[in-house]
């Protein structure tokens, strides 16, 4: 069964912070981390209205770091109202829908964190960079910013019932050391220095969504280093 | 295709009647209609946030009963947190989930109307019986009463790109016609009264839910008046 963690960047407002344990309550979700909030206070409490929901706000983890928040996550998912561009299309792209994340997690096994960004500008590239997979509510074009408590209730209503499962997705740490790995090995093959970013992004985008099991990824780093070594020997191995 | 109308009848505050008017603009809905609110201040034109969101805020239709705002609507879906129990079942039950309300509204044709009641006390037993089909949020048992505009955003939602369709629903006027026949037809044919009331709701629910069109509901008051009128002359047709 995937858990689910609704981690909150930064948020500038206690009345959002308390709709958003509010609503957590309301689908059940227990498992609220947030980075670097403010004070909370009355008008926090009194958007969590229900006494659980207030002791819930209350009991809420505090961290100083996106990383922290996210250390124990077997997946990160990147929320934002922006759709990609050409641009940075990797940072933003592709995106999920609430309805393709609940179709997605049905059936594994691990923690996934939801991060949702501050409330004036959302996360920061570099932040969704840091995601495994980006996650966007489909909205009006002429006004796609919602709400940071309604987006976190969409996604919570979609995600309430996830099927249990066994499937179990590789643990961050791992994960990380693959990025890692992948980033360092573009250094080491003759690839375009300006395309270099744009393509670790991209092959963690890919990775992100396939759902890596952790014999997956020990699977895929050994096939780095063993190219690594053919790279460095110069040659082609004997058949 | 189904137009969907949004009704808060006597919502308290303006806060959540702004969150309203955003997460409407957000899912490209434009049908806002006010029951006896408050008056709109600073704090409903915060929640909006944005300047359309405000403008939109402002032109909402503001009526005086439940009467007014619904007169125009084919279908009428009352939103509750409870779901029905066995005492007044028929007034609750069965409840449909926004997932369900959009599969039956999908190739539909007519005026919708969600409506959701007061922030501390939702819609009376008497305004749910008013309405044709009764919808309910899935949440936790523990804790299942949602914020007006969480519970708004969740039904827009899902309702936000219905596929369009010529199947017409009845007008609300016929089918009131009908469902008052149905009453007086109750007292007209050898029936306890004291089932007569749950009875005579359970029909509406019955019907509401089916969809008619104003061919069938003719059709039904027809069936009635020749009824009533073999009641009258003692005997049955001769065939």
């Known amino acids: 069964m995937v858990t689910i963690r609704v981690i909150l960047l930064e948020p500038l407002y206690g009345g959002n912070i308390g709709s958003v344990a509010r609503v957590m309550m309301n689908f059940g979700f227990r498992d609220l981390v947030l980075v670097n909030p403010p004070v909370i206070g009355d ?3 009194t958007f969590a209205s229900n006494p659980n929901a207030i002791d819930f706000l209350e009991s809420a983890t505090v961290v100083g770091s996106f990383e922290e928040a996210i250390h124990d996550s077997n997946l990160v998912v990147g929320t934002t109202s922006k759709m990609g561009e050409t641009e940075n299309r990797h940072v933003r792209m592709p995106a ?4 393709a994340l609940k179709a997605k997690f049905d059936g594994k096994k691990g923690n996934v964190s939801l991060v949702f960004g501050r409330e004036d500008r959302g996360l920061s590239s570099n932040e969704l960079s840091r995601c495994d997979i980006i996650a966007v509510i489909p909205t009006s074009a002429s006004y796609p910013v919602m709400n940071i408590s309604h987006a976190v209730a969409i996604f919570l209503y979609e995600l309430q019932d996830l099927s249990p ?3 179990p997705l590789a643990d961050r740490y791992n994960k990380d050391l693959l990025y890692e790995h992948i980033h360092e090995f573009l250094h080491k093959i003759p690839y375009p220095q300006h395309k270099l970013e744009k ?4 092959i963690k ?3 992100g969504r396939a759902e890596l099991t952790g014999r997956e990824v020990q699977t895929l780093r050994g096939v780095l280093k063993r190219t690594e070594r053919a790279i460095k020997e110069g040659r082609e191995s004997e058949r």
Chains 1, 2 share one sequence.
């Open 43 to 45: 008008e926090a409490r």
């Open 199 to 202: 393509t670790a992004l991209m």
């Open 165 to 167: 499962g066994q499937y």
């Open 205 to 207: 985008r890919i990775l």
């Open 96 to 99: 999920y829908s609430p309805k």
